[in-house]
């Protein structure tokens, strides 16, 4: 991958995607270009991790950290001044769960997102998350609708 951005910070990925706070589920973005980005995420063992259920962090939660990836990597690609863009995870596709749960993995958990196809109004990602000895937690690929206020 050829580093097209400078790492991020927690807060430098808050000031470019919606999610903020304890929702901001990405702590630091290590690697991006035009097509790809890897984030890092530590906070998936934390007892108050938002998106726990039942006292476990589920792999399906591995769907939110992906589109969270998705938003940043569009926004971070967005013409520079341009106004955040509106959008929505219109589709999960292939979806497969390695492992049931994601608070249990050794960390830091790699985010890897890669923009396979789209135009102004949808992308296509492909996605994984791997722990931290690179064993592949869940994968898959997602449709996200962007200007979704546009699309009236």
Not at 18 to 40: F, K, Q, Y
Not at 55 to 74: D, K, R, W
Not at 115 to 138: E, K, N, S, T
């Amino acid at each position: 991958m050829t580093q097209a951005c400078a790492p991020l910070a927690r807060a430098g990925i808050e000031a470019r995607i919606p999610h903020h706070g304890a929702m901001c589920l990405l702590d630091s973005l290590v690697e991006c270009d035009a097509r790809e980005l890897r984030c890092l995420v530590t906070g998936h063992a934390d007892p108050a991790h938002p998106l726990r259920s039942g006292g476990v962090l589920p792999a399906v939660a591995g769907v939110e950290l992906a589109s969270q990836a998705m938003a940043l990597h569009g926004a971070l690609n967005a013409a520079a001044g341009a106004p955040p863009r509106a959008g929505f995870l219109a589709s999960a596709r292939g979806v497969r769960l390695h492992v049931a749960r994601l608070d249990d993995a050794p960390g830091p958990l790699v985010v890897h997102a890669v923009h396979l196809a789209g135009d102004g109004l949808q992308a296509l990602y492909a996605f994984d998350i791997a722990d931290a000895r690179g064993h592949v937690l869940v994968e898959g690929r997602a449709a996200v609708v962007l200007d979704a206020g546009a699309m009236k």
